[in-house]
């Protein structure tokens, strides 16, 4: 198995453009989390997805984030339109029911906004 | 709510000595807890898990770790470390009674090994 896999993998974008994220989850995983990491905050819950809908998105920061699973195989993230305090190494993650808490992480997305 | 409280930021020790990774938990109902491991540029790997029963849990790479109810500590510990062992290491915790909720993880612990 390839794993999750993310997309990019560094990110360099200038304050006020859109960026999207992208991740694909572990084939058969029906479960889907995005995490961002800092050193300031560690490792936060953003939003996760159970059968591609939206169960909890309280970790969402503000109106500038949204993310969408359009299918089982297929998310994203999008910021728009991003801060210099987005600046974060971004994961996504997956999981099966019944072993919903030992998630697969992906490499993460390294975002820098200048 | 749960929170987990990773008690020491950074652990440096010696190749083959031994070490241990302080977590305290906070938790009006039953948790279930678990120690993750980041390698750098990686992302987070699952070590081992406590769900139920014996409260002594092996994991991989010879790590181990104790729930201790009383004292709400799931500390993580190894008998003899590698130079492989240098990595972030994080606490989490879950209360699978509370539908919808999922990892709350510590602020992690760098352990860095040096021969």
């Known amino acids: 198995d390839a794993g999750v896999i993310q997309s990019p993998r560094h990110e360099v974008t200038e304050m006020g453009q859109e960026v999207t994220l992208r991740c694909k989850p572990i084939?058969?995983?029906?479960?889907l989390f995005w995490y961002r990491q800092t050193m300031m905050r560690g490792l936060e819950l953003l939003i996760y997805f159970n059968n591609n809908v939206p169960i909890d998105d309280s970790g969402m920061p503000e109106d500038r984030f949204s993310a969408k699973m359009p299918n089982a195989s297929f998310s994203t993230l999008k910021i728009q339109p991003s801060e210099p305090r987005d600046s974060a190494v971004y994961f996504c993650?997956?999981?099966?029911?019944?072993?919903?808490?030992?998630?697969?992480f992906g490499p993460g997305t390294r975002l820098t906004v200048t | 709510a749960q929170s987990v409280t990773q008690l020491d930021s950074q652990v440096p020790v010696f190749e083959e000595a031994p070490v241990e990774l302080r977590c305290n938990y906070s938790s009006s109902v039953s948790v279930y807890l678990f120690w993750y491991v980041q390698y750098p540029n990686q992302g987070l790997q699952l070590l081992l898990k406590y769900l139920s029963g014996s409260t002594l849990v092996k994991g991989i790479n010879g790590f181990e770790a104790e729930f201790n109810k009383s004292q709400t500590s799931f500390h993580l510990r190894k008998p003899s470390v590698h130079i492989s062992d240098t990595a972030e290491y994080f606490c989490?915790?879950?209360?699978?009674?509370?539908?919808?909720?999922?990892?709350?993880f510590g602020k992690g612990t760098t352990l860095s090994v040096s021969s």
């Open positions: 084939s058969g995983h029906d479960y």
């Open positions: 993650a997956s999981s099966l029911t019944g072993a919903i808490y030992e998630q697969y």
């Open positions: 989490a915790v879950s209360a699978p009674i509370q539908a919808g909720t999922a990892l709350i």
